[in-house]
């Protein structure tokens, strides 16, 4: 079953070309310049009216459907609120009558992020979901929804879930932009970045020799920082996720430039810090905090474009994805946190498809 590869997880993560290719099939318009949903059971004029976004999940998932919040703002300029499932079950959150919510869910069985779409179709909100596992609970229970068709996941640790929620969402999100402003044209490029993504998804993959020097690095650590900007935030709060399951190492995710508020304190020479750094807007900035921790010694592994020297002088280690548009750049750097977080672990002798104290899917409240 493991089909020569070490564990499920490095299965998983290698498969993700394939899970990406299954999660857009048939759902890329190329004549309309979108996407579409057999599923959602909302009609074009009802989803036009939909003026705010809400987001339950946790986890992994929670990371994801941080992911789709930029996209959505930036592809549809519609207000996203991401939601912890365990707390927005329980709060007085202000839901109006155009607010859409959705749920996200690898297993479709977690028990916070069902009681989160339980309390929101209580109160007649119509609820989506997306959902890996076919027929499972909350893929029953909501009133529509979108299937990722990643196949099962195995690793407890999530990984290629994670990659076809993304790209999920970035189809909805340019749905949702071509129901509203989003031009033709702007539509398609959208359209040909997302198509673009198993190739350059399997470049990364080819660096995994690399990855795993970064690896060694990492191995006597203690704690890590994950820093990222924008869109890259969720990933590197889902790169320190991904570590701390599976390698029993601290990591905490953090906004590049929010470090200076208080965990700069924590860097020292025995601290790695991985900047999730690909070239973007705000890349000069990302790169003085970068010089920042270089500064205080820290060691630094940066995950960036092909070809930027100035990270890359800068790294300790360098870990390159190809040049890309930024609304898919998240699927390529989340590739070498994955397989960052499990060279650790497999370095340190964890038992890394079941780690201690985790279950696949959490039924308990
Ligand atoms: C992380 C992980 C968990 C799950 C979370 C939600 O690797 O596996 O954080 O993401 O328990 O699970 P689902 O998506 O099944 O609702």
Redesign the pocket.
């Known amino acids: 079953e493991l089909g020569g590869h070490a564990h499920y997880m490095l299965k998983e993560i290698r498969e993700q070309p394939e899970t990406v290719t299954d999660a857009c099939r048939g759902r890329l318009i190329r004549a309309e310049g979108t996407a579409h949903f057999g599923g959602l059971n909302l009609s074009p004029r009802q989803l036009r009216r939909v003026r705010r976004v809400v987001f339950a999940?946790?986890?992994?998932?929670w990371h994801a459907a941080m992911v789709g919040e930029y996209l959505i703002e930036r592809l549809a300029d519609l207000p996203v609120e991401v939601e912890y499932a365990s707390e927005f079950r329980y709060r007085n959150a202000p839901l109006d009558d155009r607010t859409l919510v959705f749920v996200?869910?690898?297993?479709?069985?977690?028990a916070d992020?069902l009681g989160a779409l339980r309390e929101a179709r209580r109160r007649g909100h119509p609820t989506l979901a997306i959902v890996n596992t076919v027929g499972s609970t909350i893929a029953r229970e909501a009133d529509g929804g979108i299937y990722l068709h990643a196949g099962p996941e195995v690793g407890?640790?999530?990984t290629k879930?994670f990659s076809a929620q993304v790209v999920v969402l970035a189809m909805l999100a340019l749905h949702l932009g071509r129901l509203r402003h989003l031009s033709f044209p702007d539509g398609m490029a959208v359209l040909e970045a997302i198509e673009s993504v198993p190739a350059l998804m399997g470049e990364v993959l080819k660096t995994e020799a690399k990855i795993d020097e970064a690896a060694a690095l990492m191995t006597q650590a203690r704690n890590a920082l994950y820093l990222g900007r924008d869109i890259h935030f969720p990933v590197a709060l889902e790169g320190a996720?991904?570590l701390k399951?599976i390698s029993y190492l601290h990591a905490e995710g953090y906004p590049t430039a929010e470090m200076k508020h208080g965990p700069i304190a924590l860097v020292d020479r025995e601290t790695p810090c991985v900047f999730v750094a690909p070239k973007g807007s705000l890349h000069a900035k990302t790169l003085s905090n970068v010089e920042e921790v270089k500064a205080r010694h820290g060691t630094i592994i940066g995950v960036g474009t092909e070809g930027d020297e100035g990270l890359a002088s800068l790294s300790d280690i360098f870990l390159p994805i190809p040049e890309a548009p930024e609304v898919i750049q998240p699927l390529l750097a989340v590739v070498p946190l994955q397989l960052l977080a499990y060279h650790v672990a497999r370095r340190r002798g964890c038992d890394i498809d079941k780690p201690r104290n985790l279950a696949k899917?959490?039924t308990v409240e």
């Open positions: 999940a946790c986890g992994t998932s996200l869910s690898q297993s479709g069985e977690t992020t407890v640790a999530s879930a996720l991904k399951e899917s959490v």
